[in-house]
């Protein structure tokens, strides 16, 4: 398994992007001459379901991440992070460099709210020696290499945590492995105390497949509520979620 997307991934929803955007040019010109359209959140989230589908469950593209379900303020701090630079992927920066704070808010908490069926987990493609090193970081953490455990933070069922850790679950191998790829890069940041990119710095290229792996294998539980603010302490301060 390798690390990097594939530029085929990538490239698809340029061309997803490319099309809702002659759909804009069409609309505004048409606006000139008819009554303007109700303000509905339909119509607000409208171009963002080709990519995310139409209740934020994701769609089979591994690149494009579930919103379903994430707490509000996480998805609003992502909103935020795609506008002002902090995470980069041209569609997402194009479409929301003109929304305000109140627009992305109400959207994010319209998809915080949405609660569509998870996919059936994926099928492991890699050994059972790298799922049982992914399963060991998720669950334990690694304190020789001072990597807590993801579910001290993304909570025991992994369905994240109040009101801005995302949950872990539903999201495919790829999308997993090219954020934690993007931290240490550095091309997503997220708000001081960065702690994801103390975290990602400490994996290793076969931690990050490991866990990315071990992760899109996993079922969702039954009520994939995330656990309430403040339920669990995190082991290092993260900025997005305040302790
Ligand atoms: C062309 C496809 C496309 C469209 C259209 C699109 N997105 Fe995205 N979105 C993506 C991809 C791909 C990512 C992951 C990008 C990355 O970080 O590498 C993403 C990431 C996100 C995230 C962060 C998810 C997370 O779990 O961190 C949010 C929130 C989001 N999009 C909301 C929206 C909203 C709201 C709209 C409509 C206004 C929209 N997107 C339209 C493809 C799209
Ligand atoms: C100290 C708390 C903490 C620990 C431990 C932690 N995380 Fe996170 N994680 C966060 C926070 C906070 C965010 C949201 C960051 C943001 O706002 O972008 C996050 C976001 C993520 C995301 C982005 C999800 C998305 O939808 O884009 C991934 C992937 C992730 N973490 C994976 C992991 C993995 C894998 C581990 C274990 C190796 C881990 N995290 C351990 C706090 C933590």
Same mark, same amino acid.
Request: hydrophobic content about 35%.
């Given at each position: ?45 409208? *171009? ?36 002002? *630079? ?158």
């Amino acid at each position: 398994m390798e690390l990097r997307v594939s530029s085929r991934r990538l490239f698809r929803p340029l061309l997803a992007l490319l099309l809702i955007g002659s759909a804009g040019v069409y609309s505004a010109a048409k606006a000139q001459t008819q009554p303007k359209a109700p303000d509905t959140m339909e119509a607000r989230v409208q *171009g963002c379901t080709a990519c995310h589908g139409s209740h934020g469950q994701g769609t089979d593209n591994d690149y494009f991440p579930r919103l379903a379900g994430k707490p509000a303020d996480y998805l609003f701090n992502q909103l935020q992070n795609f506008r002002e *630079g902090r995470r980069k992927y041209p569609p997402m920066n194009y479409l929301v460099t003109y929304l305000s704070d109140d627009y992305l808010h109400k959207i994010a908490t319209f998809f915080s709210q949405q609660r569509p069926p998870y996919p059936p987990p994926a099928k492991p493609t890699v050994s059972s020696a790298t799922l049982a090193r992914g399963q060991q970081l998720v669950l334990n953490g690694d304190a020789g290499k001072q990597i807590p455990a993801c579910a001290a933070c993304h909570g025991k069922a992994l369905t994240g945590m109040e009101p801005a850790i995302p949950g872990l679950v539903g999201l495919h191998a790829d999308y997993i492995s090219a954020q934690l790829g993007a931290w240490r890069s550095g091309t997503r940041h997220a708000i001081a105390p960065d702690c994801m990119h103390t975290i990602a710095t400490r994996l290793s290229d076969e931690d990050v497949n490991a866990v990315a792996a071990w992760l899109s294998t996993q079922q969702a539980p039954q009520n994939p509520v995330p656990a309430p603010a403040r339920s669990l302490k995190t082991p290092l301060a993260c900025g997005s979620e305040p302790q």
